[in-house]
Nanobody, 127 residues
Framework: QLQLVESGGGLVQPGESLRLSCVAS????????IAWFRQAPGKEREAISCINLSGSRTTADSVKGRFSISRDNARNAASLQMNSLKPEDTGIYYC?????????????????????WGQGTQVTVSS
């Protein structure tokens, strides 16, 4: 069974940092593009950042310079480092992946491209 499990969410104050992790089981991430999405209360789910097989990243303007996605194929995992958190970063964060064999494919920032999803982890930024 293909599974992604997120962890690392929590309650933090504005300006603080969090690091989210996404671990895959039942398959290897070596040939998967990986992305993080988030869904704020009352809003649609949006793409935050995506990383392709070569390590090239695509990041939403709203978090550019503050968030950084990475992948660790040896651990079969991905991470999202979130710095300088703001209250508007509050939401449920999801890890997602889809299989590809194209090393330099442009990493899409849309839900429909991703076939495997985690259950989400809650991030709350509040003073």
């Amino acid at each position: 069974q293909l599974q992604l499990v997120e962890s690392g969410g929590g309650l933090v104050q504005p300006g603080e940092s969090l690091r989210l992790s996404c671990v895959a089981s039942g398959f290897t991430l070596d040939y998967y593009n990986i992305a993080w999405f988030r869904q704020a209360p009352g809003k649609e789910r949006e793409a935050i950042s995506c990383i392709n097989l070569s390590g090239s990243r695509t990041t939403a303007d709203s978090v550019k310079g503050r968030f950084s996605i990475s992948r660790d194929n040896a651990r079969n995992a991905a991470s999202l480092q979130m710095n300088s958190l703001k209250p508007e970063d509050t939401g449920i964060y999801y890890c997602a992946a889809y299989q590809t064999f194209a090393l330099y494919s442009l990493c899409p920032m849309r839900e429909s491209s991703f076939t495997t999803w985690g259950q989400g982890t809650q991030v709350t930024v509040s003073s």
